[in-house]
């Protein structure tokens, strides 16, 4: 197909398509006339059930939801993919029980989810969700990967020493509420 009728197809500008070409977002080559040519087919994108997914870890952030959720739904359409749900949430990608995030995993008839980066979808275990998600046929595709595997790494190593501070400090907290609690309840006999 064509770069004209695929921008025509989406509902896009010729310039965007050109645009996404240059960045080599499209799976398409130039022949020797200088006529863009589009290897994928747009019919065979229409057919998966797309889903993005985007997530920041606080309200404070939530601007920003907003502009990745344009990012994402610039790349589908740039892919072709026609997005069936867009799922949002607030959230930290160390809890494994955010709702929005489960109903997702658990929704059988989404066959690709979307996300900007690997920590948006999870912080742990993203091998094996990828790998449970590909048992049932289903693939998650990430817009931008970690050129080397140290980023990813310290990521990890990060989330994982963000993750026990906030125990601790969470153990603190509730240890010092119990004294104060015992406290007002001797406090309340003596009086």
């Known amino acids: ?5 695929y921008a025509k197809n989406l509902g896009i500008s010729y310039r965007t398509a050109w ?3 240059k960045q080599g977002k499209l799976d398409a080559y130039q022949t020797h006339t200088g ?17 993005i997914y985007c997530r920041v870890s606080s309200s404070e952030n939530r601007d920003n939801l907003e502009r990745q959720k344009q990012r994402l739904l610039n790349y589908c359409s740039a892919k072709g993919y026609r997005v ?17 995030w489960l109903s997702l995993l658990k929704d059988k008839q989404i066959n690709l989810i979307v996300i900007e980066y690997k920590d948006r979808f999870t912080r742990f275990g993203f091998s094996a969700m990828e790998l449970l998600l ?3 046929n289903r693939k998650i595709e990430i817009i931008n990967e970690a050129e080397d595997g140290k980023e990813d790494l310290m990521q990890d190593f990060i989330s994982i020493i963000t ?3 906030a125990r ?24």
């Open 84 to 100: 069936n749900k867009v799922i949002t949430e607030i959230g930290s990608g160390i809890n494994d029980t955010r709702k929005q």
């Open 163 to 165: 993750s026990f501070c």
């Open 134 to 136: 590909e048992n049932e």
């Open 1 to 5: 197909m064509k770069l004209s009728d």
């Open 35 to 51: 006529t863009i040519i589009i290897k994928k087919d747009i019919e065979k994108n229409n057919m998966l059930k797309v889903a």
């Open 19 to 21: 645009r996404y070409f």
């Open 168 to 191: 601790i400090y969470g153990l603190r907290r509730s240890k010092e509420k119990l004294k104060k609690i015992i406290k007002e309840l001797k406090d309340e006999k003596k009086s």
